[in-house]
């Protein structure tokens, strides 16, 4: 299948720094990228959905100041972790969807976020 | 919210079928039932998907009720590895651009040696 890569797939920040993750589709051009979040022993969560060259769209509940997405082409979607808090520790999972018919989303290997 | 119930854990013995139950009795007719699983520590992964026919492929067999109400997943032989928390998710196609992968509890499987 099609390979969605995270990066990195750990990193510990202090509090009140900001960190980027990255999100990238190797062999295919994702129109469309999901980003989850799951605390230990939980479900994934979707925090936002973000479509190619437009702004990404936040499930309810997810603050869009502090998790910035940008999807600025077609192979890569970033989330940055503005100000973070031992609270946004965490497992960070990207998803990635092409624009053609018939094409299933991938997922990422995860991103382990842990705020110190 | 998710649309489906599904046991909390279940176990298997290797080499035998592991046979996975799903139910999502509110169902729409425009709404796929597809599987996931995640093995720890890793990003989920596709299984197979079934709008109300029988299906199989190479990892794994899905049987979903003539009313839809209900899915089972198996997996043939099962084997260590397989070891997993899966996931049944009721979606629309993964052509429809509205499209959204929404993932419940999940069971997790433990596949005992």
Redesign the interface.
Known sequence: ?AV?S?HPSRVICKSGTSVKIECRSLDFQAT?M?W?RQFPKQ????MA?SNEGSKATYEQGVEKDKFLINHASLTLSTLTVTSAHPEDSS?Y?C?A?GGQ??????????T?LTVV | DAKTTQPTSMDCAEGRAANLPCNHSTISGNEYVYWYRQIHSQGPQYIIHGLKNNETNEMASLIITEDRKSSTLILPHATLRDTAVYYCIVRLSHMNRDDKIIFGKGTRLHILP
Do not use: K
């Open positions: 299948g969605v995270q469309t999901f989850y479900s994934l969560m979707l959905t497992f999972i998803s969807r018919v018939n094409t299933e989303a991938f997922f990422g290997q995860g382990r």
